[in-house]
Structure formats: C-alpha cells, structure tokens
C-alpha cells in the first residue's frame, strides 16, 4: 500500500486533484470530512470547543454555529490556535484509523485529502507528500467565484495558512493546477501509474 499526503494552498485545485485520484482507484480520506464528523452534533470535539470558546460560537439548540467560529478564527491568530490544539490530534488519531483500516482491506494507494497536511504533522503518515499550487489571484479569483468572498477576506483565508512556497519546498511533488484540466489529468495519471508500480 502506498499512501499520499495531498494537501495545497486554499482553492489551488487539491479537491478536484483528489477527485482524479479517486476515479482511478484511490481511496481518499478526507480531514475536512473528519473536521465536519468531530464538530457535527454529538461530535467528539464540541465540549472542547464549547469549553474554549463559550456559548458565543452555537447556536441554542447546542449545534456548532461554523460560521461564528470561522469569523473568529480567521480573525484572530490565538483563537485560531486554541481551535487546532483541539482538533488537530483528534484529527489525526481519526486519519490514523482509516489508514489502518485501508490496510486491512487491502487498499493499493491512500490519499490523505489533508489542507493542513503539514500544520497537523499528517506527512509523517505518507510515503509521498503532493502539494497543489496556482497563482494568488488565481485563488483570489476561486474563492470569489466559489464562496463569494471579497478580496481582503480572501487574503485573510490565504494569510491563516502556512505559506504556499513553504508547503511546496516541504512536498516530493508539486502540482500548478492552472493549466487545462485535460493537462493536469494527464500529469495525474502520470503518478498514478508510477505510484502503483511502486506499490505493486
């Protein structure tokens, strides 16, 4: 089994990368997807985070109001860091435990989905770490078609992680996803292939 820790910067084309992966075989696990089961009602890290940051950040009904939360900690550089001191190992206790059971089943390549891949100290998981990169207008411009947001909250988004040249110097490879997608799946394709050799 190989495993690849996928991660990039925000809106560099990391979701649609893994999607490639996953139509030519991959099993994805995805840490977003893991993030959203921890903070979901019932969730193992809503009394923590009900803890750290009081009733402000839910709603009456005791679900988690993301949006408050997100405004928070995209503002505020120590509250962001309280927020990952809680999640980040859950997270990464949870993305060991798929890969486990990936093994067991017997699975040829895992893709760790991972934005943070770096921050939660998930590449120790991979054999290979692969970061997605375009340029900042590029993702200035995704996330205003995406999710709306205006030019300044989007350089905030983009302030709040790690540096991209930072995760590209630390990753084996890098992929500029701002090319036609016909081009980046065949460069998609191109490590697959290698990677199952290699995994064979």
């Known amino acids: 089994m190989k495993i690849i820790g996928l991660t990039g910067g925000i809106a560099c084309g990391k979701t649609t990368v893994a999607e490639m992966l996953e139509e030519l075989g991959a099993t994805i696990i995805d840490a977003d997807a893991i993030s959203h089961e921890l903070t979901a009602p019932g969730g193992e890290a ?25 405004a928070l900690v995209f503002s505020n550089e120590e509250e962001r860091k309280t927020l990952n001191a809680i999640t980040h190992p859950m997270i990464l206790a949870r993305l060991e435990e798929r890969i486990a059971t990936c093994r067991k089943m017997g699975s040829l390549i895992v893709v760790l989905d991972v934005p943070l891949l770096f921050e939660v100290g998930a590449e120790r998981l991979a054999d290979v770490t692969v970061c997605t990169t375009s340029p900042q207008e590029v993702q200035i411009e995704r996330m205003r078609t995406r999710s709306g947001l205006n030019r300044e909250q989007a350089l905030k988004r983009i302030a709040s992680q790690m540096p991209l040249s930072e995760k590209e110097s630390r990753s084996d490879v890098v992929l500029d996803t701002n090319k036609p997608l016909q081009e980046l799946q065949k460069e998609v394709q191109k490590l697959y292939n290698v990677w199952v050799a290699e995994a064979i």
């Open 46 to 70: 809503l009394p923590l985070i009900h803890e750290a940051f009081g009733r402000l950040v839910f709603f009456p009904d005791g679900t988690l109001n993301r949006e408050v939360l997100s």
